[in-house]
């Protein structure tokens, strides 16, 4: 019957798509596939997300206070977005908590940075 379907090859996708998942490729002029930035990730040295990841604890709010003071101290036209959907925290690899995350990396994780820190963290990874 066609169970297995030993004779047959697999149909294989040859379009490109870039790593995020987001079919940002097109075709050219030739007919050739040509992949595109997306347009979110225009400038690498650009803030454009920051979270804090928590429980709903008194140091996770103590995180998202003082990150969004540091934010306002900076000028960021945001605030950070506070996560406690632990199926979402998980997918950041989190270990302990509150962490934050800028940009989709974490760049801390079990502890409660002051905002003045917060800054320096955010000036020292390039924003």
Do not use: W
């Amino acid at each position: 019957m066609g169970l297995f379907n030993l004779g047959k090859k697999k149909e294989e996708n040859n379009s490109a798509e870039c790593a995020c998942s987001c079919s940002c490729s097109t075709q050219n002029s030739a007919g050739t596939q040509e992949k595109q930035a997306p347009a979110a990730s225009a400038n690498a040295n650009e803030l454009q997300s920051v979270k804090v990841l928590g429980s709903g604890c008194r140091n996770c709010h103590t995180l998202l206070e003082n990150t969004n003071a540091a934010l306002k101290n900076m000028s960021v036209p945001f605030e950070a977005e506070y996560i406690t959907d632990m199926e979402k925290v998980m997918t950041y690899g989190a270990m302990s908590m509150p962490v934050l995350v800028v940009n989709e990396r974490v760049v801390s994780m079990g502890k409660v940075p002051g905002s003045a820190e917060i800054e320096k963290l955010l000036h020292k990874i390039g924003y």
